[in-house]
């Protein structure tokens, strides 16, 4: 069987692991975060990068460092992960959820527009499968009505919009680095700030409130509580993890790359002949190859090639009930406008294997029974 995902792994993972053990220092905050930390800022040109212990507490420190106060209503696709969502409805916002572009199942500016009220503060663009949405659509709705942004950045890590690095467009970009994402800690995650500013209360919430780095720097003689927050920092075994792909990424993203270009150059032909939909890249985006999927032509023709796959021995799957249509969306949000696209493209979508390490012989594989189910 091909299984959908292996988490990224090097031998230099072991390698720093092991350092890290016998530094004697595993919690956070070590020589592996803090290089993590700068490798992060130097692929993204972010003024500062903190790692944090998921993508979903990274999007719990942007709710925070923006002020999402209750009843401030917050822009996002219906099609993301719950993680989006959660931390803005942690802080008491409403969860205003529109419709998605369907050529890149990114959120449109279009929907966006119309569902900006008075009470709206911020707008969540969520880059999916790597690809970035159209950020300056979004960035003059967010100048015109004065909004706040946050990117959803976790499968964008290493993608660009006019050579501008995902994560770094906005007040705060989050990544993820979970395992079934294109550089992995196991569980894992970092923010981004543009800000200085904003750079140093980034820091004091993600030390549980205190100025604890500050201290570490000389700057104060103890450290307090001084602010909300949380303990957001990662431990340095899986820092260690991780700085080793960070090292590495442009091998790691040309593997995945090559897997994308060959699933990407074989379906063209189904595509021609309507089979199927490939995956749209606009022209000014560059993406890191996080996702392959195809539309198929409808959800029960999705059931029966799920089936078609795991008995050619292939594993792909599928994502996202639209949270608008789950108990807590409709507890904590609304749908703004029509779901035109949403509910019936995440019913079609088709995720395909895609990882490090799967060979060209795996994908000719994968090619080769998603092909046979149309014979
Ligand atoms: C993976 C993911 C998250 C959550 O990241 P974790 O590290 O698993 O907490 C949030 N948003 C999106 C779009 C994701 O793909």
């Known amino acids: 069987m091909i ?3 292996i988490p990224p792994y090097l031998p230099e993972c072991s390698v720093y692991v092991e350092q890290a053990i016998q530094n004697h220092k595993i919690c956070g905050d070590g020589v592996f975060t803090g290089r993590c930390n700068k490798a992060l800022e130097q692929m993204t040109g972010a003024h500062r990068a903190l790692l944090t212990t998921s993508g979903t507490s ?4 942007a709710a925070l460092l923006m002020n999402i106060q209750p009843g401030d209503e917050v822009i996002m696709p219906s099609y993301t992960f719950c993680s989006t969502a959660n931390a803005f409805a942690l802080r008491g916002a409403v969860i205003v959820f529109v419709d998605v572009d369907p050529l890149t199942m990114n959120i449109d500016p279009a929907c966006v527009r119309a569902a900006v009220t008075p009470k709206t503060k911020a707008i ?3 880059h999916y499968a790597g690809v970035c949405c159209d950020m300056d ?3 003059a ?3 015109e009505y004065g909004l706040l942004m946050c990117e959803d950045a976790a499968q964008a890590v290493s993608s660009a919009y006019k050579g501008r690095p995902a994560g770094s467009m906005s007040t705060v970009g989050c990544f993820s680095f979970h395992e079934t994402k294109n550089f992995s800690m196991g569980e894992g995650g970092a923010v981004l700030v543009q800000d200085p500013e904003l750079a140093e209360r980034a820091e004091i919430i993600r030390e549980k409130g205190t100025d604890r780095s500050r201290f570490y720097r000389g700057q104060v003689d103890k450290y307090t509580w001084i602010d909300i927050g949380s ?3 990662p431990s340095e075994l899986n820092a260690a993890y991780l700085l080793a792909q960070l090292e590495q990424h442009e091998r790691i993203t040309a593997a995945r790359m090559a897997c994308w270009n060959q699933y990407h150059a074989a379906f063209e032909q189904l595509e021609a002949k309507g089979c199927l939909r490939r995956m749209h890249v606009p022209a000014h985006c560059t993406h890191n190859a996080h996702m392959y999927y195809i539309v198929l032509n409808s959800l029960s023709q999705r059931t029966a ?4 796959l795991k008995n050619n021995g292939v594993n792909a799957v599928f994502h996202y009930v639209p949270l608008h249509s ?3 969306g409709l507890r904590f949000g609304r749908f703004h406008g029509e779901d035109r696209y949403t509910t019936n493209l995440s019913e079609r979508l088709l995720r395909l294997p895609l990882h490090y390490g799967l060979s060209e012989a795996d994908c000719s594989k994968v090619i080769e029974a998603v092909s046979s189910f149309f014979d």
């Open 58 to 61: 990274a999007l719990e420190m």
């Open 3 to 5: 299984p959908f995902n």
């Open 305 to 308: 090639m799920i089936e078609h």
């Open 326 to 328: 789950a108990a807590a």
């Open 231 to 233: 303990s957001f920092l």
């Open 124 to 126: 969540v663009p969520v």
């Open 137 to 139: 659509a979004l960035q």
């Open 141 to 143: 709705i967010c100048d």
